[in-house]
């Protein structure tokens, strides 16, 4: 017999979880796709223009397919100011993570885990929309072809599996810390710590 203490699993799921968010925004969030009218900013016309979540945080320079960067001279802007909420996402993971890691009153610690992991959630999505409406009007400044038939300026910026996976990854621990502190308000319950059967 094997027990599963829920407490001590979640103060290893909280920090990872919340870790994983903030690392994730290395990889790709938004991306203006190869087939744009024209290219996009340094990116000739069957490049594609990427954002990392710490580009849109930082004001860095997004990533260009290397075989299709425009010449020098020909070259437009392509990068974004630094975000807000972008950046108060990876500060509000950073205090999440020292508060799982810290508190030890299991109640305190579930309750502010899930607060910050769902402001920093809805931070995200409020960015993630932020920054299409200005790539989008980016894109649109810079056409210099025509729109192919029954497209819109949106259909060529996408977001990407570094945005989704960081979202995932704080919905879950704010949906799992929501859990933990519910089941600690209404008290112990029979199967809280719970024996199973190993194997």
């Keep these: 017999m094997v027990k599963v203490d829920r407490g001590r699993w979640g103060r290893v799921f909280s920090p990872a979880g919340l870790v994983l968010a903030g690392l994730l925004f290395l990889a790709p969030f938004l991306a203006v796709s190869c087939d744009a009218p024209g290219g996009y900013g340094r990116a000739a016309p069957g490049g594609t223009t990427t954002y ?25 802007d392509d990068v974004l100011p630094p975000q807000p909420l972008a950046g108060t996402v990876l ?4 205090i999440g993570v020292l508060v799982a890691v810290g508190v030890g009153r299991a109640r305190t610690r579930r309750g502010v885990v899930a607060a910050l ?9 409020v960015n993630q929309a932020t920054v299409r409406v200005l790539v989008e009007e980016r894109l649109r400044e810079q056409l210099s072809a025509p729109l192919p038939p029954g497209k819109e300026i949106g259909d060529f910026v996408h977001d990407q599996g570094g945005f989704a996976f960081s979202l ?3 919905v ?11 089941r600690l308000v209404r008290g112990p319950r029979d ?3 719970r024996a199973v059967a190993e194997g």
């Design 91 to 94: 500060v509000v993971v950073v």
């Design 191 to 193: 199967g809280d710590t």
């Design 172 to 182: 879950l621990v704010a949906l799992g810390n929501l859990a933990g502190w519910v």
């Design 52 to 76: 990392t979540g710490w580009d849109l945080a930082t004001g860095g320079t997004p990533d260009v397919t290397e075989d299709h960067l425009l010449p020098a001279g020909q070259r437009r």
């Design 117 to 125: 992991a769902a402001i920093a959630a809805l931070f995200l999505l």
């Design 168 to 170: 995932l990854a704080l």
